[in-house]
């Protein structure tokens, strides 16, 4: 039996566009409910969001049978975590802050098992694999990995196109908070400088055959990244969604009760 196949990998190599959802909280409910409530997928954020390995395994069994994919955003590339997130049954990772086609080789490599990778072995003994409940995994497990790196800096936009081309990396993610904040417009990512970065990189990735991603809280936003061939598309966070939902809903109520 091999390992179960990725349907997000397999859309996006589609050329498909996927809509998604940030989940910053640290609550399982809040992942139970965005994992169910039609989104493609949800990044686990265990870079800007409090999710430690143990939150992140928790995140996994809390989404497992709903139809959104887990994509857990680590806070580094570093191959010792890489290999934690994974064992712990993640098969979708974005990675922060890759700015070079050397990282994102090396990163390529971490996430897979050899000859093509060097993922540490454990899989008799992890959640991956089901506890050894799935006897082919070893041989079936690159396979279903999907990575996506993310653009986040100057740097990494001039090299987008080698980024692009590495073998393993599936998806080129932008950052544009970081990628505003790098080119000299923090907290101005809708300046036209960073924009045409942004715009580049998205084209740059389709030439080389690679999905997309971007945040577009704005639904007009988003709705013109999926024109543009965006795979992966984030339109909202449960942060946003709950802290939106709950100051209109106060603001109404005041505004009703002063009458």
Excluded at 234 to 255: G, I, M, W
Aim: charge should be negative; aromatic fraction near 4%; glycine fraction near 8%.
């Amino acid at each position: 039996m091999p390992a179960p196949l990725n349907p997000l990998k397999e859309r996006l190599a589609a050329g498909e566009t996927t809509f998604g959802c940030w989940l910053a909280l640290s609550s399982l409910a809040a992942a139970e409910i965005a994992a169910g409530a039609g989104f493609d997928w949800c990044v686990i954020d265990a870079e800007h969001g409090p999710n430690g390995l143990a939150e992140v395994l928790a995140h996994l069994r809390a989404m497992h049978g709903r139809p959104a994919e887990p994509v857990v955003r680590v806070p580094a590339g570093e191959e010792w975590l890489l290999k934690q997130v994974l064992d712990a049954g993640a098969r979708s990772l974005v990675v922060p802050m890759v700015h070079d086609a050397a990282e994102a080789a090396a990163i390529a490599r971490a996430v897979r098992y050899p000859p093509e990778g060097t993922r540490g072995i454990g899989a008799p003994i992890v959640r991956a694999s089901g506890y050894d409940a799935i006897p082919d995994y070893l041989a079936t497990a690159n396979g279903c990995i999907l990575l996506v790196v993310q653009i986040e800096s100057r740097e990494a936009v001039a090299n987008v196109d080698a980024i692009a081309a590495t073998p393993g990396v599936d998806a080129l993610f932008v950052g544009p908070a970081d990628l505003a904040a790098d080119m000299g417009h923090p907290g101005n990512p809708a300046a036209a400088e960073v924009q045409g970065a942004i715009d580049h990189v998205i084209a740059r990735a389709a030439a080389h055959g690679k999905a997309s991603g971007m945040l577009a809280f704005d639904l007009e936003a988003a709705a013109r990244h999926a024109r543009m061939g965006v795979g992966m598309v984030a339109v909202t966070s449960d942060v946003t969604a709950l802290a939106q939902s709950l100051r209109a809903t106060a603001r109404a109520a005041r505004e009703r009760f002063a009458k």
